[in-house]
């Protein structure tokens, strides 16, 4: 089975359902997620911090509204910020995490149900690595 799965395409394809907007612990904000943002949103980035993040350790995740979705989802619209959305909603679920615990893509499928369930480790690891390496 694996060996017809070589792409990302051929193990994810977005549904538009916006569960990977809902929950997970928060998106992770990269300093350069950060000032592409507010300048998609016309805002200054110590103002943005404030309003739209939530401190996680040493860095930043976006504020969840009360219903646990993204504070930049609508659920007419999805996500207000497509075009500059962080490099953690980018790579989605190609996570840089399962490259070290591949084992992880079966759950998250779980809540998404673009993710292809089932697939081997090695073949993971590799798809995860190259989608990095695209991104990057």
Known sequence: MDAEIKT??????????????????????????????????????????KKYCDPSGSRHVLTR???GYCVFFDKNRQCTIHPVKPYMCRAWPFIKTLI????NLDIMA????????????ETIQSIVKKEKDRLE
Do not use: M, W
């Open 65 to 67: 509204g009360s219903a």
């Open 100 to 103: 070290k615990n591949p084992e």
């Open 8 to 49: 990302g395409d051929d193990i994810f394809v977005c549904q538009l359902c916006g569960e990977c907007c809902n929950g997970f612990g928060g998106t992770y904000v990269t300093h350069e997620d950060i000032i592409n943002i507010c300048r998609f949103i016309n805002s200054e980035p110590d103002t943005f911090i």
């Open 110 to 121: 779980n809540s998404c149900p673009g993710i292809k369930k089932g697939v081997g480790h």
